[in-house]
């Protein structure tokens, strides 16, 4: 789907190496302002599917494919389908309460970062597999899943610290790549919240599996609904 929208987009004259904001905004991209201002709602959900570049694009499906080989056979396709799209919309929530109370000030003027990219469903995924790999159940040699736990775990640390390295140093030189390090935290908090409740499919009676899948979607949805309904009761900006 990422890559169909991705090419969907190109085909309708938007640039494939750097799309404007407005290209992105038009998509689907994320904007605290056309989400708390407009009540564009679901720019939340949509702004999961849409690419800032090709290489942007490229690197978020690297990782989703990796992780997702190894999530899709712990989660099944509807457990890895829910935990991308439920992750992603939390990072971009998260990504928006922040956005919303420190926008960028450019003299008067008050402006919302854009936000898009899988990036926040991928940590999501990351986030939950490192729960599901600790599993007692998985019929798989214990340090072969300490090996892929340590590793997803890795991963997980070593982009984070990346992402907010790179931030740190446009906010020092006032330019430079801006990162949407709220919405991997978002995303990566969430996945740990999914997975809690799970149990491996690998392992695990299918029934029992099916219903702590069903747990896991109820409990993730509440919560980001109320959190949802919490950011809409956020005063204006001055």
Same mark, same amino acid.
């Given at each position: 789907?990422?890559?169909?929208? +991705? ?5 309708? !004259?938007?640039?494939? *190496? ?9 998509? #689907?991209? &994320? ?6 201002? +407009? #009540?564009?709602?679901?720019? *939340?959900? $949509? %702004? ?19 992780? !997702? ?12 389908? %829910?935990?991308?799209?439920?992750? =992603? ?13 420190? @926008? ?9 970062? $854009?936000?898009? #990219?899988?990036? #926040?469903?991928? +940590? ?9 790999? /600790?599993? /007692? ?31 740190? =140093? ?9 990162? &949407? ?6 995303? +990566? ?7 809690? @409740? ?12 099916? $219903? ?15 959190? !949802? ?10």
């Amino acid at each position: 789907m990422n890559c169909v929208i +991705f090419l969907f987009m190109v085909v309708r !004259g938007v640039s494939a *190496i750097s799309p404007s904001v407005d290209h992105l905004l038009f998509f #689907g991209a &994320d904007n605290a302002e056309n989400v708390l201002v +407009f #009540g564009e709602w679901w720019r *939340i959900v $949509t %702004a999961i599917f849409v690419h800032v570049g090709i290489i942007h694009l490229a690197c978020n499906m690297w990782c989703l494919w990796n992780l !997702g080989l190894l999530a899709e056979p712990l989660m099944g396709s509807f457990g890895l389908i %829910a935990v991308y799209i439920l992750t =992603g919309a939390a990072g971009n929530l998260l990504s928006t309460l922040f956005n919303w109370i420190w @926008p960028i000030h450019e003299g008067s003027a008050i402006l919302f970062p $854009t936000g898009a #990219g899988a990036s #926040g469903a991928v +940590f999501g995924i990351a986030g939950a597999l490192i729960l599901l790999l /600790k599993s /007692k159940r998985l019929p798989i040699p214990e340090q072969e899943l300490k090996r892929l736990r340590q590793s997803v775990i890795a991963f997980a640390a070593v982009n984070l610290l990346i992402g907010f390295s790179i931030s740190f =140093g446009a906010g020092v030189f006032g330019s430079g790549l801006r990162i &949407d390090n709220w919405a991997h935290l978002g995303g +990566f908090s969430c996945g740990l919240i999914f997975a809690a @409740p799970m149990v491996p499919r690998i392992g695990s009676p299918r029934g029992v599996f099916q $219903t702590r899948l069903r747990i896991a979607v109820v409990i993730v949805v509440i919560l980001l609904v109320l959190f !949802g309904f919490y950011l809409a009761q956020l005063p204006p900006q001055p």
